[in-house]
């Protein structure tokens, strides 16, 4: 018994000893990593993760009236070690948002719903409200980022990502008056589904070991593929986004 004590006592002293003599190494692997953590020397890949708020306008055509407000997180993991040469030497990641809260705010107008049987006259409903406030949720699960390494403090990212919009009405919402018969006809329904495609860029402020701020600037087209019996869409609306990131 005494010497099994004793056996365990030397285990616990060596495990102390070796912990103690590790621990300048360990402090000295976060002092590395206190910024920026594409320059760890070691080639870490690292997996982040974060929360975002994202929000715009649209630009084109009689889309300059929308307005966006998102918000949810993002997660992303490195996949390669930091490759090139120059300023533009960097890696690539894989990365996915989800915003559970989404809305568009879009002008309000009156639109009747018509049909026209053969060999009858129109056929039309009374004047109801159309458009307003857009709800749904968003998901982008392909994102593809390069990450240029940048400074102790500055990393910056460009990016091609596409995605699918599910909003609680047809949107976006369109038509009369005065009445058309495209537009407010028996073919004139959109779609509560549509796509995102987009592309943009970003910069990352590392504010303390793995904790960065990141701010985002996205181009953001909305299209439901004719998903619906029409497809009015947003060509182009321009977003920016603000997060704060955990990296591991």
Same mark, same amino acid.
């Given at each position: ?84 040469? *120059?300023? $533009?030497?960097? +890696?690539?990641? /894989?990365?996915?948002?989800?915003? !559970?809260?989404?809305? @568009? ?57 596409? *995605?699918? $919009?599910?909003? +609680?009405?047809? /949107?976006?919402?369109?038509?009369? !008056?005065?009445?058309? @018969? ?59 986004? $603000? ?6």
């Amino acid at each position: 018994m005494i010497n099994q004590l004793a056996r365990i006592g030397a285990t616990t002293l060596w495990a102390i000893a070796l912990l103690l003599a590790t621990r300048p190494s360990s402090g000295q692997a976060v002092v590395t990593n206190e910024n920026n953590p594409f320059l760890d020397p070691k080639g870490h890949q690292p997996l982040e993760i974060g929360a975002i708020v994202q929000g715009g306008f649209g630009v084109t055509e009689n889309r300059d009236d929308f307005k966006f407000l998102m918000a949810g997180v993002h997660a992303g993991k490195v996949l390669t070690a930091n490759m090139g040469h *120059g300023p $533009l030497r960097g +890696n690539f990641e /894989y990365a996915v948002e989800v915003f !559970p809260f989404w809305q @568009s705010y879009t002008p309000k107008f009156q639109r009747p719903f018509c049909t026209n049987p053969p060999g009858t006259p129109p056929q039309c409903t009374p004047f109801y409200t159309v458009g307003g406030t857009f709800t749904g949720a968003s998901v982008t699960p392909i994102i593809l980022r390069w990450n240029v390494i940048g400074t102790k403090k500055f990393s910056f990212w460009g990016q091609a990502a596409g *995605g699918l $919009l599910w909003t +609680n009405h047809k /949107y976006p919402a369109f038509g009369g !008056p005065p009445y058309n @018969s495209q537009n407010d006809g028996k073919y004139a329904d959109a779609s509560v589904f549509n796509f995102t495609p987009q592309g943009g860029i970003g910069v990352h402020y590392f504010l303390r070991p793995r904790r960065s701020i990141d701010f985002g600037a996205n181009a953001v087209h909305i299209s439901s593929a004719s998903l619906g019996d029409r497809n009015p869409g947003v060509n182009a609306s321009v977003q920016f986004s $603000l997060g704060y990131t955990w990296w591991k």
